[in-house]
């Protein structure tokens, strides 16, 4: 857990307290490396369970289910039970609805079996798409 959530939050704290990163780097670079790893973990992970894959309608149903509470529950909460702006609401769904995924396919990679961390694999593509097209809806609405 110290290699996949600790150290790259500390190293992302000392390179922007120490390195002017340019915008081109941070906008441009990041994110494409970003989506490289996500889609590394959730390949090796399908491929050590291909020949379970017949679970995964009931793991897509149930992640999609995941995913359109948190981001909803997230949004709505925000607005209704902790009044915030518009704005607020919408930061507070998307990180509500997007979960460490990565950090729950270690995990269950490291103290279970490889299918344990299907689910955790399905999710991470399920709610880099649809965050990014809640976050794409919701710029055009501004």
Same mark, same amino acid.
């Given at each position: 857990?110290?290699?996949?959530?600790?150290?790259?939050?500390?190293?992302?704290?000392?390179?922007?307290?120490?390195?002017?990163?340019?915008?081109?780097?941070?906008?441009?670079? +990041?994110? !494409?490396?970003?989506?490289?790893? *996500?889609?590394? =973990?959730?390949?090796?992970?399908? /491929? #050590?369970?291909?020949?379970? +894959?017949? !679970?995964?309608?009931?793991?897509? *149903?149930?992640? =999609?289910?995941?995913?359109?509470? /948190? #981001?909803?529950?997230?949004? +709505?909460?925000?607005?209704?039970?902790?009044?915030?702006?518009?704005?607020?609401?919408?930061?507070?769904?998307?990180?509500?609805?997007?979960?460490?995924?990565?950090?729950?396919?270690?995990?269950?990679?490291?103290?279970?079996?490889?299918?344990?961390?299907?689910?955790?694999?399905?999710?991470?593509?399920?709610?880099?798409?649809?965050?990014?097209?809640?976050?794409?809806?919701?710029?055009?609405?501004?």
């Amino acid at each position: 857990m110290v290699f996949i959530v600790l150290f790259p939050v500390i190293a992302g704290i000392f390179i922007r307290r120490f390195w002017k990163i340019p915008s081109l780097f941070l906008k441009g670079i +990041l994110p !494409i490396i970003s989506m490289a790893v *996500i889609v590394w =973990i959730v390949s090796v992970v399908i /491929g #050590l369970n291909r020949e379970q +894959l017949f !679970i995964a309608p009931t793991v897509i *149903i149930a992640v =999609i289910i995941h995913n359109l509470l /948190g #981001l909803s529950l997230g949004y +709505l909460g925000a607005r209704r039970i902790a009044p915030q702006s518009k704005k607020e609401a919408k930061t507070i769904a998307i990180v509500f609805g997007m979960q460490n995924s990565g950090l729950a396919v270690a995990l269950a990679t490291v103290h279970f079996e490889p299918a344990a961390a299907l689910s955790g694999a399905i999710y991470s593509v399920w709610h880099n798409l649809t965050g990014a097209m809640l976050a794409a809806y919701w710029r055009k609405q501004e």
